[in-house]
């Protein structure tokens, strides 16, 4: 399997927990197409996901980046962990 689908699997699992333990429901479908503000976790939420996947996987390529960039879909938010994750 290759990083790029390693991270998503990790990322899409965590999302679902995150999302159960705020919203004690099942998790909205998302493509890597999905709009992050349209997934129906709020900056909290994503705050939630971003420090349980630094734990999980060791780093937080936000907190990495010398430059602020902000993921605007799901894509977007694997791609940076992926490019992180090749760093490593």
Do not use: N
């Amino acid at each position: 399997m290759s990083t790029e689908a390693l991270v998503q699997d990790k990322i899409k699992a965590l999302f679902d927990e995150v999302w159960r333990d705020d919203k004690e429901c099942d998790p909205p479908e998302i493509t890597k197409d999905t709009v992050l503000l349209e997934t129906g976790l709020d900056s909290m939420g994503f705050a939630v996901l971003v420090t349980r996947l630094d734990e999980d996987l060791g780093f937080d390529p936000f907190s990495e980046m010398e430059a602020a960039s902000y993921p605007r879909t799901f894509g977007d938010f694997i791609s940076a962990y992926t490019a992180a994750a090749a760093k490593q």
